[in-house]
Nanobody, 114 residues
Framework: VQLQASGGGLVQAGGFLRLSCSAS????????MAWYRQAPGKERESVAS???????SYSNPVKGRFIISRDNFQDAVYLQMNNLAPEDTAVYFC?????????WGQGTQVTVSS
């Protein structure tokens, strides 16, 4: 399994970013996908998830601001992040479960300045 996240960066509060994650070596269209994040000194937490048939769910802190989507032709999952706040600063990881094990990409840093 290979998960390659990109699109992170430095943005001012109120700004937006779009994260991308390309997947390989999996049957992408059959996989539920998720975004997690880990802020310094904190545990990794779930941000958003999307099922193989497109159902979505969001954690309360990002609900109404972030949108997860997928492209089964490109084997990619996206996270549109709007109205970013300093508390969204973290390393963001895309993830899926393969053969009962959660697999992680390498992460992309998102930094939101106030």
């Amino acid at each position: 399994v290979q998960l390659q996240a990109s699109g992170g960066g430095l943005v001012q509060a109120g700004g937006f970013l779009r994260l991308s994650c390309s997947a390989s070596r999996i049957i992408f269209r059959a996989c539920d996908m998720a975004w997690y994040r880990q802020a310094p000194g904190k545990e990794r937490e779930s941000v958003a998830s999307i099922t193989s048939d497109g159902g979505t769910s969001y954690s309360n802190p990002v609900k109404g601001r972030f949108i997860i989507s997928r492209d089964n032709f490109q084997d990619a999952v996206y996270l549109q992040m709007n109205n970013l706040a300093p508390e969204d600063t973290a390393v963001y990881f895309c993830s899926t479960i393969v053969r009962g094990l959660r697999r992680w990409g390498q992460g992309t840093q998102v930094t939101v300045s106030s």
